[in-house]
């Protein structure tokens, strides 16, 4: 690796940790106003140090294992996790220029590894020996299964149209065209909603979180974790969730994009946005049953998905698709 | 479809609600103004000789349904007017299990027990919140007291009393009251 690699990488990797830290301070603020509350006040100005006490809190305390536990898994999954959901973001370009990973199969590495995040999940399930956890862990497994496949058919609407794989050369083809949702926007937008829904349902967030379903398994995979290690799966499913808008915003909303100005700006801006409507969703909807999140993927979203890929794929063959 | 449109009736009412200012406040540092009849704590009072106004018959222990007052009765010679009389030798009365139901006002023959405008502050040990007879006296002169005694209170519920007058009040609605009780 060149030495720009590793500083633009090490760069990545800090916006996105402390994008991720004052999203937890957004979410709970946004979270608090949408409920006719306040959010946190008490620590620092508005409460912004909110997530440095919540770290610190989360250092301290007592890591606890239970006696049947599997040590080694339970001790290794949720470092797993976190890494797991940061290593998407290193493929994701946040500026012409700024891509550690540059890479022409883009697109399905996002995917490969998003899929590959549920391993420690499952890990962490099966290491706890927790009736909870394992039930958890298994609803995971199985949503994010069902889920994969309209996440990579919607996926590839952006890859027939622009023609390629790679991250950066859908966002320069987007440059040179336009946004994808913006146009051809029959494809574009309905892409763009069926890839957001499958990737909420891929980061387990609500609606579609019913591996922790609280109300129901306690809090799912995290059940027997306390401290840090609650802290990184904790962390990951935020991660997840910052890098799946970084991903959507680079597909489908032109990524670092913009009219003016510098282009990590741009696409900060546009993960954010997606990061907040996202949080909208998640504190304005219910979680949906295990068969109706089974019936949504399979009865909806996949041939939808599959719908728009041959249109896409039509589309790219009339003139004005060319 | 039905989750759908319910979806976006939620999601409309929650951006709603992120325009709209908070309803909540920061409870310790910004109070609501409290209604007029409010009342917390309790406090003991002096009488208008300037001795202490209970007179130890535990009647407010008897009514108590929580049973969270205990009163010891003694019985000495006042120290200003010089008479032999009932005193309290002590008087506790246990927050924790108070139900703020104000029956030991209403009961008090000398309207001795008031309750208070000022909620008690929240303590890190249960004794914290255990009034005891030198606190009770205490509150009477730090604390702002509450709208009741057993005077007005038993004329509330005295069906002579006739239709209630309205009673002057910068707050709250006008609330009923039996004539002549509003002061």
Request: charged share 15%; with cysteine.
């Amino acid at each position: 690796m060149t030495l720009f690699a590793w500083l633009s990488s090490i760069l990545v990797a800090v916006i996105v940790l402390t994008v991720t830290a004052f999203g937890l301070w957004w979410e709970r603020k946004l979270a608090g106003r949408m409920q006719s509350r306040l959010g946190p006040t008490i620590v620092g100005p508005i409460g912004l140090f909110q997530p440095i006490a919540d770290l610190l809190k989360l250092v301290q305390k007592e890591p606890i294992i239970p006696q049947r536990a599997d040590r080694a898994l339970f001790w290794l999954a949720p470092p797993l996790t976190t890494l797991f959901a940061l290593l998407v973001a290193a493929l994701v370009p946040f500026g012409p220029k700024l891509a550690p990973a540059n890479i022409d199969v883009g697109v399905p590495l996002i995917i490969a590894l998003g899929g590959l995040a549920l391993i420690p999940v499952w890990m962490a399930g099966w290491a706890s020996h927790n009736k909870y956890a394992l039930l958890g862990a298994m609803r995971a497994v199985a949503q994010s299964v069902s889920y994969g496949v309209p996440l990579v058919l919607t996926a590839l609407v952006p890859v027939i149209l622009a023609g390629s794989m790679n991250l950066n050369s859908i966002v320069a083809w987007q440059h040179r065209h336009h946004w994808l949702v913006v146009w051809p926007v029959f494809l574009g937008l309905p892409a763009f909603i069926l890839f957001i829904l499958a990737m909420l349902a891929e980061a387990n967030r609500i609606p579609f979180d019913i591996p922790e379903a609280e109300s129901e398994l306690v809090a799912g995979v995290s059940t027997e974790y306390t401290g840090m290690h609650f802290g990184f799966i904790y962390l990951a499913e935020y991660v997840h969730t910052l890098v799946g808008s970084a991903v959507a915003s680079t597909l489908f909303l032109g990524g670092w994009d913009g009219p003016f100005g510098p282009s990590v700006l741009w696409m900060v801006l546009k993960t954010c946005l997606l990061f907040s409507v996202l949080y909208w969703l998640r504190w304005s909807l219910v979680r949906l049953r295990a068969d109706q999140l089974m019936a949504l993927a399979w009865k909806w979203l996949v041939p939808a998905g599959l719908a728009l890929v041959l249109l896409a794929a039509v589309w790219t063959q009339t003139p004005w698709g060319r | 479809m039905g989750y759908l449109l319910d979806g976006l009736k939620s999601m409309w009412t929650t951006a709603l609600n992120a325009i709209r200012p908070p309803f909540t406040q920061e409870f310790p540092k910004v109070l609501r103004p409290h209604p007029e009849r409010y009342h917390t704590s309790f406090a003991l009072l002096h009488d208008e000789t300037g001795d202490e106004a209970c007179t130890g018959c535990g009647a407010c222990a008897r009514i108590c349904p929580s049973q969270v007052i205990t009163v010891k009765l003694g019985k000495r010679e006042s120290a200003i007017t010089q008479k032999k009389r009932g005193y309290a030798d002590d008087f506790t009365l246990d927050l924790t299990a108070c139900l703020v139901c104000e029956l030991c006002v209403q009961v008090c023959p000398t309207d001795a027990i008031v309750m208070l405008k000022v909620p008690e502050l929240p303590g890190f040990r249960r004794e914290d919140l255990v009034l005891s007879m030198p606190r009770l006296y205490e509150n009477e002169k730090s604390k702002p007291l509450g709208w009741s005694n057993a005077t007005k209170l038993m004329a509330m519920q005295d069906p002579k009393a006739g239709a209630a007058k309205p009673e002057p009040s910068k707050e709250t609605a006008p609330a009923p009251a039996a004539a002549g009780a509003a002061s």
